[in-house]
């Protein structure tokens, strides 16, 4: 199967919201496809839960505020805060998807490479004399 873009109707039950903005979620879905398209490109099916995560974040808390007090009002941000993103974790599940991001060994060895011994071989085993220098 070929990956298909979450809907705006999609996102509002994903969020669990019984109106959402059309047309801001539509913008928010572009951007999250278009960001997870920057891990892994085609998007693989079953990215449709990462693109409804990232564009969920920001569309539920577009400021990313971390803590807030309502009286006398105090509201605290993280530092680069606000925007899509995605987590490690998000860049992991797309990775995995796609069928990456696994442990694998290559072989450098040639197909058409020979096990015999390429040095030649002596059959009388060691010669008589060794080199000067050896102390024999």
Do not use: H
């Not at 693989?44 to 693109?51: H, I, K, L, M, T």
């Not at 060994?105 to 011994?117: G, I, K, Q």
């Amino acid at each position: 199967m070929v990956f298909v873009p979450p809907t705006a109707e999609q996102l509002g039950l994903y969020l669990g919201l019984d109106e959402i903005q059309g047309d801001r979620a539509d913008l928010l879905l572009s951007s999250a496809v278009a960001l997870c398209g920057t891990v892994v490109k085609p998007l693989p099916e079953g990215a449709e839960a990462v693109v409804l995560s990232v564009a969920g974040r920001a569309y539920v808390n577009p400021q990313q505020v971390s803590y807030e007090t309502i009286g006398p009002m105090s509201v605290q941000r993280p530092q680069g805060s606000g925007g899509l993103y995605l987590t490690k974790s998000d860049k992991s599940a797309l990775k995995s998807l796609a069928g990456r991001g696994g442990a694998f060994t290559v072989d450098p060895t040639p197909t058409t490479a020979d096990p015999s011994p390429t040095w030649p071989i002596d059959d009388a085993g060691f010669a008589d004399e060794f080199e000067p220098g050896w102390g024999y």
